[in-house]
């Protein structure tokens, strides 16, 4: 109740950063060519669902959060409505689709990325981290899982721009020859 803005905020930017991962995994299925273009499509399909999982999950959690804080509830009432709230069946359902999309899927898109060369090996390994990060508590584990979230995506949407780039070259090259 002391930080509804914060947590106002927090969902937004939540839903805010979904929706711009799943725009940034159609972008990585349409500039998908060649080797390791199915493993990224695959992986960047599971990561969409996975984010749009995300979006219902966070509406769920800071909504509910806000809402018990209003209704001036006890902490151990909180804590029996957040643990029936996990229970519920849509609710696990979201949760299981957004650890297995943004988890697995994360790893089986760079995986089809490092086999197209479109990111480096770290960003291989970055991900591995960051899956283990995201199933461990702890705020130096956060800031961690933070990190090599940026290791992990940030090559993947450079390799968005030097695609764009790429094509962007070959079409001039074959309108100067023409």
Do not use: K
């Amino acid at each position: 109740a002391q930080n509804g803005g914060a947590w106002l905020a927090a969902a937004l930017l939540s839903v805010l950063g979904a929706y711009c991962l799943v725009l940034g995994m159609i972008g990585l299925i349409a500039t998908a060519r060649g080797r390791g273009s199915r493993i990224t499509t695959v992986g960047a399909v599971m990561v969409a669902i996975g984010a749009i999982a995300w979006v219902g999950h966070s509406v769920v959690l800071y909504a509910s959060y806000a809402w018990y804080a209003g209704a001036g509830l006890a902490p151990a009432q909180v804590n029996a409505l957040a643990q029936s709230t996990d229970s519920y069946p849509l609710v696990a359902i979201l949760i299981v689709l957004f650890v297995a999309g943004l988890m697995l899927g994360s790893i089986v898109l760079l995986v089809g990325l490092r086999r197209a060369r479109r990111v480096p090996i770290w960003s291989l390994v970055a991900v591995v981290v960051f899956v283990v990060c995201g199933t461990t508590d702890g705020l130096a584990v956060g800031v961690l899982g933070l990190t090599t979230s940026l290791a992990t995506f940030v090559p993947a949407a450079l390799s968005l721009a030097e695609r764009r780039d790429g094509a962007r070259s070959h079409r001039n090259a074959v309108q100067a020859t023409a």
